[in-house]
């Protein structure tokens, strides 16, 4: 699976962006694809999943600002981001990964991501006060 990432850029505060991520190989009728997000001095955390029944999960933080989706006609990944905030400032990420997955655990799903995810090479997100 190959992943490229696009959309990211600078921003102002409450402002909005849209990230894509473009998948090829992805030929699993199961799977599930995520967006992390990665900030200087700090881990990698998952920010939203979407599995391939269309069901999604969020972290907390950004609940009721960000929207993920997918388009299979265009294979591609979305992550719409309104509301944004200085902390939201960070390289984002999208990742995919074969197979069935549990949406219910962020923490479960972070550690399948990190064990067998095929990754992008991240876009870069900056929010200004």
């Known amino acids: 699976v190959q992943l490229v990432e696009s959309g990211g850029g600078s921003v102002q505060s409450g402002g909005s962006l849209r990230l894509s991520c473009a998948a090829s190989g992805l030929t699993y009728s199961n799977y599930c694809l995520g967006w992390f997000r990665q900030a200087p001095g700090k881990e990698r955390a998952g920010v939203a999943y979407v599995d391939s029944n269309g069901r999604t999960s969020y972290a907390e933080s950004v609940k009721g600002r960000f929207t993920i989706s997918q388009d299979n006609a265009k294979s591609t990944l979305y992550l719409q981001m309104d509301s944004l905030e200085p902390e939201d400032t960070a390289m984002y990420y999208c990742?995919?990964?074969?197979?069935?997955?549990?949406?219910?655990?962020?923490?479960?799903?972070?550690?399948?991501?990190?064990?067998?995810?095929?990754w992008g090479q991240g876009t870069q997100v900056t929010v200004s006060s």
């Open positions: 990742a995919a990964v074969t197979g069935k997955c549990d949406l219910t655990s962020l923490e479960a799903l972070g550690a399948l991501f990190r064990a067998y995810g095929s």
